[in-house]
């Protein structure tokens, strides 16, 4: 695949083919202006007026490309097909941070690939939002306050070591983890800062999609 196509210098709202929220768009479109379109995602309409920077995909789904073309919007086949179009789209946009919807929920396979190009692109922060959840990729250390109670949940995609944490009410210090082995979904929040470190980028992070911000402004920070 080629070098980036799209660089920005802050964070991008990355729209796929699943399943887009308006409200959450609108939300994600607050906190990064800058829009890139996967595939199908360039037939979502954007509100405030906005428009995609790019379309990169392999274009077999995009029911509108001469839509686009006559508006402008540059179109980026990428025609192989050894990646997805989530893939395609965090190797080819470099940006500090990918707020990314319309790839989770919707198909299964979909959502799955979703989360395994998250780890297979460690060094492309992303937050992927959905119904109700939002998922990355932990950095080597993460620290965020939430309320008492808040839903924490930590899938592992690998073999990875909880190297510290801090705040939660099931403290997974020390332990090993494995997609086929121990997993730690719905932990929870004790209330205040929550620290959170592994020996390996390969746990994901599960929070409420309301957290979206204040997640954003931690891997920002991270």
Known sequence: MSAPLVRAAGPVTLVGGGPVDPDQLAA?????????????????????????????????????????????????????????????????????????LGFLGGRIDHHLAAMNALVKFAERPAVLVGGEDLCFLCPPEFAIDLAAGTRVSLFPMGPVRAVFSEGLRWPPTGLEFSPVGRIGTSNAALGGPVRLGFDAPRMLVILPVGLLGPVVDCLRGA
């Open 28 to 100: 994600a479109l607050r906190i990064a202006p800058d829009a890139v379109a996967a595939d199908g995602g360039g037939d979502v309409q954007l509100p405030f007026g906005l428009r995609f920077r790019a379309v990169i995909g392999d274009m077999d789904s995009l029911v509108g490309p001469e839509r686009l073309r006559a508006a402008g919007i540059p179109l980026h086949p990428i025609l192989e097909q050894d990646s997805t179009d989530l893939e395609k789209c965090l190797h080819s946009v470099e940006a500090p941070l990918i707020v990314g």
